[in-house]
Antibody, heavy 118, light 107 residues
Framework: EVQLVQSGAEVKKPGESLTISCQGSGYIFTTYWITWVRQKPGKGLEWMGR????????NYSPSFQGHVTISVDKSISTAYLQWSSLKTSDTAMYYC???????????WGQGTLVTVSS | DIQMTQSPSSLSASVGDRVTITCRAS??????LAWLQQKPGKAPKTLIY???SLESGVPLKFSGSGSGTDFALTITSLQPEDSATYYC?????????FGGGTKVEIK
């Protein structure tokens, strides 16, 4: 069974750093790209960026470039989304999803809720 | 960025009704369009890709159409379990933008 299992909810203060994860199982991790999507409370979906685990090539949305870092460790079939300095506006649910190249998301993780508050 | 405009933003329909949601792209995206369903508190689920191809396991009551800039998602024989927010997403050009969503409620 294919699964994308995301790390648990986080509560952080503004300015703190954070890394959340998305571990794939039940498939060959390097054959599917991973996309990250943000959803602020009560709002719609926002595409953040995607990574090809086979070579770590990344496309970022201009809206997120410079504020987050996407990476993978293919040895443990895990993708990461990282912040070096959180803002209160980063409070949101973050989803990972896998997909073939040039295709939309096929399978989704359960989401990681990030709350940033002083 | 390509802007994706969905309409309506919400609708209310009765059990058994047929409903149609539209999505317009600000520039041509061929048929690189997906439809997703999201129920409250749950992760999105991809229903359709390539504008009209159903993902495995998705009921035939869902259908997609369109190409270029104008697309539609039709749900036939609406049931209570279809109550959700539906999003379109273009994957033709980075960033892969989403529409604003259409909330479907059952009367």
């Amino acid at each position: 069974e294919v699964q994308l299992v995301q790390s648990g909810a986080e509560v952080k203060k503004p300015g703190e750093s954070l890394t959340i994860s998305c571990q794939g199982s039940g498939y060959i991790f390097t054959t599917y790209w991973i996309t990250w999507v943000r959803q602020k409370p009560g709002k719609g979906l926002e595409w953040m960026g995607r990574i090809d685990p086979s070579d770590s090539y990344i496309n970022y949305s201009p809206s997120f470039q410079g504020h987050v870092t996407i990476s993978v460790d293919k040895s443990i079939s895990t993708a990461y989304l990282q912040w070096s300095s959180l803002k209160t506006s980063d409070t949101a649910m973050y989803y990972c999803a896998r997909h073939f190249a040039a295709m939309p998301p096929r399978d989704w993780g359960q989401g990681t809720l990030v709350t940033v508050s002083s | 960025d390509i802007q994706m405009t969905q309409s309506p933003s919400s609708l209310s329909a009765s059990v058994g009704d047929r409903v149609t949601i539209t999505c317009r792209a600000s520039q041509g995206i061929r048929n690189d369009l997906a439809w997703l369903q999201q129920k409250p508190g749950k992760a999105p689920k991809t229903l359709i890709y390539g504008a009209s191809s159903l993902e495995s396991g998705v009921p035939l009551k869902f259908s997609g159409s369109g190409s270029g800039t104008d697309f539609a998602l039709t749900i036939t024989s609406l049931q209570p379990e279809d109550s959700a927010t539906y999003y379109c997403q273009q994957y033709s050009t980075y960033p892969h933008t989403f529409g604003g969503g259409t909330k479907v409620e059952i009367k």
